[in-house]
């Protein structure tokens, strides 16, 4: 099965951009969402299908995923945007789900 | 707005039998475009997807937990439930309930409750 690989930390200065990867060999056959997790909360849906946004959330996410490598970009970020972040694949046409093992994103 | 939440014992003994229900408000569990599921998370750990079921009865089971978990829906309750049988310290989680929304050959949870924490203790 799969194995995502994200680094597990990322650390960002306020107003630059933020990035997050996961890779796999061949990621960008699949496609990737991303979830942020704030300590103590439920995970939140940020970014489906490797580029969509729900509703609400703002335009400063985006995603892409080619080749190896999926990448969660978070411009502008701001102190509210700490939190660790997960992506998340399914194999055997959604019959298993696998997460990456999530990046703490720290805002200095 | 959908709303999810999540019940269960809290404390469950090792080899005992873990039983965790969600109820649904805010939309219908018969919803056809949605299903339901699991997602757990141990103490300082990542995210682990559990199971997903649809309001027929289709479940799809993560391979590692399969021999142990089931899930079901009461669709008159707007409830769906997780059994995980054989509980060992490993299983002490947060267990999350969610909308599991289906996109081409893939799921996502779109919608996620508050989160149980669920303890495996003697």
């Known amino acids: 099965s799969s194995i995502l690989t994200q680094p597990p930390s990322v650390s960002v200065a306020p107003g630059e951009t933020a990035t997050i990867t996961c890779g796999e060999d061949k990621i960008g056959r699949k496609s990737v969402h991303w979830y942020q997790q704030k300590t103590g909360q439920a995970p939140v849906l940020v970014v489906y299908?490797?580029?969509d946004r729900p509703s609400g959330i703002p335009e400063r996410f985006s995603g892409s995923n080619y080749g190896n490598t999926a990448t969660l970009t978070i411009s502008r970020v701001d102190a509210g945007d700490e939190a660790d972040y997960y992506c998340?694949?399914?194999?055997?046409?959604?019959?298993?789900?696998?997460f990456g093992g999530g990046t703490k994103l720290t805002v200095l | 707005q959908l709303q999810l939440q999540e019940s269960g014992p809290g404390l469950v003994k090792p080899s005992d039998t873990l039983s965790l229900t969600c109820t649904v408000s805010?939309?219908?569990?018969?919803?056809?475009?949605?299903?339901w599921g699991w997602v757990r998370q141990p103490p300082g750990k990542g995210l682990e997807w559990i199971a997903t079921?649809?309001?027929?009865?289709?479940?799809y089971y993560n391979a590692s937990l399969k021999s142990r978990v089931a899930l079901s829906v009461d669709a008159s309750k707007g409830q769906f439930s997780l059994k995980l049988i054989s509980v060992t310290a490993a299983d002490t989680a947060v267990y999350y309930c969610?909308?599991?929304?289906?996109?081409?050959?893939?799921?996502?949870?779109?919608?996620w409750g508050p989160g149980y924490l669920l303890t495996v203790s003697s």
């Open positions: 079921i649809y309001h027929t009865g289709t479940t």
């Open positions: 998340q694949v399914c194999e055997d046409g959604g019959r298993q789900w696998v």
């Open positions: 299908d490797d580029r």
């Open positions: 969610g909308r599991h929304r289906f996109s081409i050959n893939t799921f996502f949870v779109d919608y």
């Open positions: 805010g939309d219908s569990i018969s919803n056809s475009d949605s299903h």
